[in-house]
């Protein structure tokens, strides 16, 4: 890549890094062999991360404080006003077709490797997320349709998405049905024509209303009169903001009116809509109700969401990852300059003060980010390659492997990045001590903007009891099995490289067996209610054996090469197996003791 977004500043994300990650660890390049991105070579996933990286440092940068102090609003005719930037940047990443990157051919996109364009994407969420959350939402609704929708549904939708005239959201959540979705109360009732009527309202739609795009396409959950209760009574439909003429044109409005906008600690740049569907102001052809389009087959709304949820996961676990990503660089560059205080061993006035990444306590802060931030990306691209193998391995049996190791890692992907980047997040701001704590550095706006990951998409919690409820459990265990002998694999390669490559993978071994001796554990007892009690126990422990077998997979990478940025990778692997690592011993035997503290407790104890 060109080193010179490696000095932008604020500094977004380490261009040397993603180049280690992509091409000496994951091997990205050897994908160009593969009938699916045989057009594709080292030079154009280059061109398209440069590519990326610019629009970055030039379009979404400038924009960043600006858009947390001047939120959206709406405006006394109802619309709702953003920042002309955003709409400038949107208009920028759409025309320089990254929104089509992964796409295939055939819908008008460029079939680069999944991997490749998440790493691109890195840069946009990196720099500005507020912005980039629009990019997001559309490619994830633009897959959807892609895959499931009918190919006049993918011409009328998908292919404006794509080239950023129109932009999408994901319509699930109502005021009274969040993590529960079986509870959606949003009707959906079919005309004659074959289109439906849809009425009801939508809570904390991201993107849900705005003037930046010629149109807004709404995925939207809802239920038919006499669906099958819970989630398997779910229908998916879309529902333009607009809706189109004969020849795709857009023509008048739907009846999708917004409620009003919430508020947000961060991430305020993108809207969040509560969205009221069939409301009575507008009635297309003089009838109640939204017009909407059913999207595949009645009641396969949430199977055809979750399809995409792996996707959409990863994407939200490297958002969380690219604001940790850039307030680490960001703290990095401030405790190289900050002077304060003298060396530890010498205390006396005549020694000069030095800066603050000399003392260790700072280091210790630099270094925890540092690998919290790094294998976060890892992880993340690792996840994206596996997305690449569901595409294009060459067998059943390995696209197979891929996609359940993909279902088993997913909600870690999302989960851990938002966790911990979050702390990172929060070091950061203690590297700059009490300008940190002000609005004159970014480190506190990032940190408010990451809260939001692990609340959206699915919480911590859901996470949780989706990893040990259903993804441990999924063909009999097999995904668990694969990843476990995979962590094996590693420890095993990595012991014959000696130490301290020895000493991790032993201590990395052990922790896998551990996983395995857990979990039979928890689901063997005969008491499942207490095994999900400590679901997230389960999650953030395992979280860190994978992310213990991300840095031991990097460090193997790294073997043999010397130079700054390699060493820089062996002491933060370093830093997890010694600081980090260890911490799962409590965890596990707190797991392995089948806990009952938060289940044996009277609420009137509170
Ligand atoms: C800024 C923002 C953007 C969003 N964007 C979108 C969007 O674009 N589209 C969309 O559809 N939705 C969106 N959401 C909604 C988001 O997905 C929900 O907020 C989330 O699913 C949680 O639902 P809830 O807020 O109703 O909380 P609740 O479901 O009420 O959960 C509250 C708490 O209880 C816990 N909890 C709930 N059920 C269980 C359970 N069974 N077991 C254990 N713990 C449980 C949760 O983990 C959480 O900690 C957004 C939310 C925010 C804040």
Not at 45 to 57: G, P, Q, R, T
Not at 265 to 287: K, Q, V, W
């Amino acid at each position: 890549m060109k080193r010179i977004y490696a000095d932008s500043r604020p500094p977004l994300l380490n261009p040397r890094d993603i180049d280690f990650l992509l091409y000496e660890w994951l091997d990205v390049a050897a994908l160009c062999d593969r009938p699916r991105y045989r057009e594709h070579s080292v030079q154009s996933f280059d061109s398209m991360l440069d590519l990326a990286a610019e629009i970055a440092v030039k379009r979404l940068v400038p924009h960043f404080k600006t858009a947390d102090a001047r939120e959206p609003y709406v405006n006394p005719d109802g619309t709702v006003a953003t920042l002309p930037e955003m709409k400038d940047a949107l208009s920028a990443v759409g025309g320089a077709g990254l929104l089509a990157g992964e796409f295939d051919y055939e819908v008008d996109g460029y079939q680069i490797p999944y991997v490749v364009s998440r790493a691109a994407t890195a840069w946009l969420q990196a720099a500005n997320n507020s912005t980039a959350a629009y990019l997001g939402l559309t490619i994830a609704n633009a897959h959807l349709l892609a895959r499931y929708g009918n190919k006049e549904q993918i011409d009328t939708w998908v292919r404006p998405m794509l080239d950023g005239r129109y932009l999408g959201t994901m319509c699930l959540s109502e005021p009274h049905a969040g993590s529960s979705l079986a509870n959606i109360a949003t009707k959906a009732v079919r005309e004659d024509d074959g289109t439906y009527r849809i009425t009801g309202t939508k809570m904390w739609i991201s993107g849900g209303d705005h003037e930046m795009s010629d149109n807004i396409v709404h995925l939207v959950l809802a239920k038919t009169p006499g669906s099958p209760a819970g989630v398997k009574g779910i229908s998916l439909f879309i529902v333009p903001k607009y809706l189109v003429d004969d020849n795709g044109h857009r023509s008048r409005r739907n009846a999708v009116v917004l409620g009003g906008l919430n508020h947000k600690m961060g991430s305020r740049g993108t809207t969040n809509a509560l969205l009221n569907f069939g409301d009575e102001s507008i009635t297309p052809d003089g009838r109640a109700g939204a017009v909407g389009y059913l999207v595949g087959q009645e009641f396969e709304g949430l199977a055809l969401m979750f399809h995409m949820m792996n996707e959409s996961r990863i994407s939200v676990g490297l958002a969380a990852t690219a604001q940790g990503y850039t307030a680490y660089l960001q703290a990095l560059s401030y405790a190289r300059t900050r002077l304060q205080g003298r060396p530890l061993s010498r205390t006396a006035d005549s020694v000069g003060e030095v800066a603050i990444i000399s003392h260790p306590d700072v280091r210790r802060m630099l270094l925890a980010q540092k690998s919290y931030v790094e294998g976060a990306l890892a992880l993340c691209l690792y996840c994206s390659r596996l997305v690449d193998e569901t595409l294009s391995a060459p067998t059943d049996a390995d696209r197979g492997d891929a996609l359940l190791l993909l279902e088993l890692l997913t909600p870690i992907a999302k989960s851990w990045p938002a966790q911990w980047c979050v702390e990172a997040n929060s070091l950061a701001i203690q590297v700059h001590g009490g300008y940190g704590y002000t609005r004159d550095y970014n480190v506190e706006q990032l940190y408010r903007d990451n809260r939001l990951n692990s609340i959206h998409e699915g919480t911590h919690g859901i996470q949780a009891l989706d990893l040990l409820g259903r993804k441990v459990l999924m063909d009999s265990g097999r995904g668990l099995r694969l990843l476990l002998d995979k962590i094996l694999q590693t420890a095993s390669l990595a012991s014959a490289l000696g130490d301290p490559l020895t000493q991790w993978a032993a201590a990395l071994a052990s922790a896998a067996r551990r996983v395995e001796h857990t979990t039979g554990l928890l689901w063997n007892n005969g008491d499942p209610g207490g095994a999900l009690a400590n679901a997230t126990l389960y999650l953030e422990t395992v979280g860190h054996v994978v992310m213990a077998w991300v840095w031991l997979e990097q460090a193997v990478a790294a073997h043999g090469n010397t130079g700054g940025f390699y060493d820089g990778k062996r002491i933060a692997a370093q830093y997890f197996f010694r600081y980090e690592l260890p911490k799962t011993t409590a965890q596990f035997d707190l797991l392995d003791s089948a806990d009952r503290t938060t289940t044996d407790l009277d609420e009137a104890w509170f």
